[in-house]
């Protein structure tokens, strides 16, 4: 397992949450990592993704200014913090790394992706 997620659980609309993501073997030192999501019957949503270390961070525009990605090198560990979470954030997480050097207008797409977590379930109760 090169990804492997974790954090999600049930939060009231307008909390946060953390989820985290640890990267093993040849994952952990792609530099493009990122979080997608994907609610139940919906086809999988960007939510961000950065080019480390000098790119910025491109967010998906349903979790701008709420939603944070960072990343722990020492630990190999990705994180996304989420707050003022809504009802329409309920979905399945999943953190991913890519094997090149992705440019930002190529983060949103999911084939460009080889590496994928196992998903985290965050579900957000109104």
């Given amino acids: 397992v090169q990804l492997q997620a974790s954090g999600g659980g049930v939060v009231q ?6 989820l985290s993501c ?3 073997g ?3 030192s792609r530099s ?3 979080w997608f999501r994907q609610a139940p019957g919906k086809e999988r949503e960007f939510v961000t993704a950065r080019r480390w270390p000098n790119a910025s961070t491109a967010y998906g525009d349903s979790v701008k200014g709420r939603f944070t990605l960072s990343r722990d090198n020492a630990k190999n560990t990705l994180y996304l913090q ?3 979470l809504k009802a329409e954030d ?3 997480y999943y953190c991913a790394a890519a094997e090149k050097n992705l440019i930002t207008s190529q983060f949103r797409n999911i084939l460009n992706y080889d590496y994928w977590g196992q998903g985290t379930l ?3 109760s109104s």
């Fill in 13 to 18: 609309a307008g909390g946060s949450l953390r």
């Fill in 22 to 24: 640890v990267a093993s």
């Fill in 26 to 28: 040849r994952a952990a």
């Fill in 32 to 34: 493009v990592m990122g």
């Fill in 82 to 84: 989420m707050s003022s």
């Fill in 90 to 92: 309920t979905a399945v």
């Fill in 122 to 124: 965050v579900t957000v």
